[in-house]
Nanobody, 121 residues
């Protein structure tokens, strides 16, 4: 089994910054893609940013230039640095990982439990 544990959410004023972290542990051979999704009240979950094992990154348009995703492959950890936060960034943020487990040819996706980010004055 694989577990994803997130940290770093909280309450911040508009224009402020937060850094989210997510560490994967358990039966891991390799992690292909790691990503952050978010879900605001009454809205569908959306992909915010993703990073491949090789370091290729992609973002949704609304966070480009403000958010930076990075990962430490040795630690099975992904980060999301969020700057210039806006009230519309308020949501529960979920970590995602596409994992190939040991002794398996398949890739399985896993989710973290979610961490609340609230941007408000």
């Amino acid at each position: 089994q694989v577990q994803l544990v997130e940290s770093g959410g909280g309450l911040v004023q508009p224009g402020g910054s937060l850094r989210l972290s997510c560490t994967a542990s358990g039966n891991i051979f390799t992690i292909n893609v790691m990503a952050w999704h978010r879900q605001a009240p009454g809205k569908q979950r959306e992909l915010v940013a993703m990073v491949t094992r090789g370091g290729s990154r992609d973002y949704i348009d609304s966070v480009k230039g403000r958010f930076t995703i990075s990962r430490d492959n040795a630690k099975n950890t992904v980060y999301l640095q969020m700057n210039s936060l806006k009230p519309e960034d308020t949501a529960v943020y979920y970590c995602y990982a596409a994992v190939r487990r040991r002794n398996s040819d398949y890739v399985t996706t896993y989710w973290g439990q979610g961490t609340q980010v609230t941007v408000s004055s």
